[in-house]
């Protein structure tokens, strides 16, 4: 947890697990002459893999076998079989705590997600972390690269976000995040109003989904909230330490940023889910996660607290605890594209592991973050982009009647029940998914998709037919020429045609020599006009020629 | 166009409905296919009584037309 002018960082020296890198099994490879193997394998029996190039078996073998083998022939080589695994990334046990281990995540990975961690800055140089740039608003930047960590905080924070998985070191909760670092913090973990409050304003310029502020300000500072609700209003998820200055009762000792509304406050919890012990209390707390004993990226020049120097080390803190939220929310915004902050963090209060007194309450809000690939108790709209396609799934309809989703006030084409599809070119689209709750209550919640192609230079959404090319587009029936351009207006020839219906039928379009004389194995067409032949689609001319570079007629 | 694309899909259609195109005859190759098209809704014509059967396609049209094929359900 880091003080605006004051430190304190809670130290503690863990030893670290060591990776095994091989180990041995009941399985023995047997090296001996071939007749002694020939033998061997009679009297020890349970040959599980022979050789061939090489007099060698294995065998499974309980230790008293082995040593009456040994003892029958002497000259017998015994070998173990040791299995090797590559050096693998470190998952710290407190994802497990909150379900966002590899394995609970996968295939998801905060793949094309902004997030910014705004603190001392990021260690540019750690091996296990990329920075995919960042800013310097602190009133001291570092020398080389201005939003390098010149002081660790920062670092720490972001391994837990977005530590590569690598093989090496540790993972993060989301390993393919674009990493951004905001350094406002000098490097002695101090900095100003003006110089946070200017670095919210770069995340928001710089269209950051995730903000994580393991600050803490023990006075409301006003110019930082009304930026922070800019931020919010703009659709960003900002998640904020809830502070380390411990309370009990119904004291409120939480810090700011986190008390403000537009910022997710995380408490600090130990790996039984009990209270950190300095982990801020109040009414504005939405979040426990873990938050003890840490282990994440440090940068190695500063690395002096646990006698390793390697990059890494121990830290506790709800600064620890606010980056395992960011991770989560993360993995959800690669999930689910499309929904707002506000529905994110309606679906995750939803899914939190109560602690605590039943609901809601001041030591642990919700309860302990938890990521559940199947989110049961929250209607939403999954939607899915291929290309320029995008496609809408309403889940969990059973709570929610008369569905509607809407483009402005067109409501979109059903492709069935509570499905629904449109295609587009690239650009930012809004959506609007209207509904009836369970309790009665109508409900409007917005949708915004951004899609990438197609990019065609000649065909935009201007255009009525724009809709029609980016289904084939999206369904790679047709891509344009490699100038970027569509040429709509273009007439098309016989051939273009034949490799748009070869592509939607998936006809074998491998070129090759047709019965047409004039479409040899050369043309790039020859495979599908050859195919929509032998499928009867096509006859060609009576002079016995399919003239390829013809336009085609209505 | 209308012969290959109805080759390729197969509507079903009523052959015994009227005609809407003045240029169109059953002495054509492509009367069915244009039967099928405009039942279908893949095309109209180019007019309400003229279907051009000998006009040049560009590759917009053409990409209309094949969406529709593919995805009736969409694009009609």
């Known amino acids: 947890m880091k003080r605006v002018g004051l430190l304190t960082l809670l130290l503690a020296f863990l030893f670290l697990p060591s990776h095994i890198f091989a180990e041995e099994t009941d399985t023995y490879l047997i090296h001996a002459n071939e007749d002694q193997l020939e033998e061997i394998k009679v009297q020890f029996g349970a040959v599980t893999k022979e050789f061939e190039e ?56 905060g793949k094309g997600v902004k997030v910014a961690v705004l603190d001392t800055g990021i260690d540019t140089e750690h091996p296990d972390l990329k920075v995919a740039g960042g800013v310097c608003t602190a009133a001291v930047c570092a020398s080389k690269v201005p939003y390098d960590d010149n002081f660790g905080h920062g670092t720490h924070v972001a391994g837990i976000i977005a530590a590569q998985k690598n093989d090496s070191g540790i993972i993060g909760i989301a390993p393919n995040v674009q990493l951004y670092a905001i ?15 200017k670095g919210v304003e770069w995340a928001i310029q710089n269209k950051i989904d995730i903000l994580n502020l393991s600050i803490s300000i023990s006075v409301n500072d006003r110019p930082l909230e009304l930026m922070l609700q800019e931020a919010y209003k703009q659709g960003m998820i900002i998640i904020s330490a809830a502070g380390n200055e411990g309370g009990s009762g119904q004291m409120d000792t939480m810090t700011y940023p986190a008390k403000y509304s537009s910022v997710i406050a995380v408490g600090a919890v130990n790996n039984d889910f009990s209270r950190e012990e300095n982990s801020s209390i109040g009414p504005s707390m939405e979040f426990a996660a873990p938050g003890t004993e840490i282990f994440s990226t440090y940068p190695k020049e500063l690395d002096e607290w646990d006698n390793k120097i390697d990059g890494y080390r ?35 209060q939803a899914t939190a592991k109560d602690l605590g007194t039943p609901g809601r309450d001041n030591v642990y809000g919700f309860g302990a973050i938890q990521y559940e690939k199947e989110i049961k108790a929250v209607p939403f709209i999954q939607a899915a982009i291929k290309k320029g396609g995008i496609s809408f799934t309403l889940k969990n309809s059973e709570l929610a009647t008369s569905p509607s989703l809407k483009e402005g006030t067109t409501e979109l084409k059903s492709t069935g ?13 809004s959506f609007t998914f209207s509904y ?40 790679n029936m047709i891509s344009g020429y490699t100038d970027g351009t569509f040429k709509p207006r273009k007439e098309i020839t016989r051939a273009e045609a034949l490799i748009l219906i070869g592509r939607a039928k998936g006809l074998d379009g491998k070129a090759r020599n047709t019965v047409f004389k004039d479409v040899s194995a050369n043309n790039a067409a020859s ?23 013809q336009s085609v007629t209505r | ?38 039942q279908q809704g893949i095309t109209l014509g180019v007019s ?29």
């Open chain 1, 183 to 197: 350094k406002a913090m000098n490097n002695r973990g101090s900095g100003s109003t003006a110089q946070i409050t």
């Open chain 1, 54 to 109: 090489i007099p060698l078996v294995e065998l499974k073998l309980s230790e008293s076998d082995k040593a009456a083998l040994q003892e029958q022939f002497s000259s017998a080589e015994i070998y173990p079989n040791r299995q090797y695994e590559t050096a693998a990334d470190l998952v710290s046990p407190s994802f497990s705590m909150i379900k966002s281990a590899p394995k609970q995540t996968s295939p998801y990975s």
């Open chain 1, 314 to 348: 121990n830290l506790t803190g709800t600064s620890m605890a606010a980056p395992h939220v960011a991770g989560v929310f993360a993995i959800y915004k690669e999930q689910y594209p499309g929904l707002t902050n506000v529905k994110l963090r309606e679906m995750a």
């Open chain 2, 48 to 76: 309400e009584t003229t279907f051009g059967p000998s006009m040049n396609m560009n590759r917009y049209s053409f990409s209309v037309f094949l969406a529709r094929a593919e995805n009736p359900l969409l694009f009609k």
């Open chain 1, 417 to 429: 029940t509570n499905k629904w599809e449109t295609y587009k070119t690239k650009g930012n689209y």
């Open chain 2, 1 to 38: 166009m209308a012969l290959l694309i109805q080759n390729t899909y197969q509507f079903k259609f009523d052959p015994a409905a009227k005609m809407p195109f003045t240029d169109v005859n059953e002495s054509m190759a492509s009367y069915e296919a244009i039967q099928a098209m405009t």
């Open chain 1, 527 to 549: 495979g599908y006009i050859q195919a929509a032949y032998d499928k009867g689609i096509l006859s060609g001319f009576p002079d016995g020629t399919f003239r390829p570079y």
């Open chain 1, 436 to 475: 009836t709750d369970t309790k009665g209550v109508k409900k409007t919640e917005n949708l915004s998709i951004s899609l990438t192609e197609p990019a065609f230079k000649d065909v935009t959404m201007t255009s009525w037919f724009a809709p029609h090319i980016s289904y084939l587009y999206s369904n």
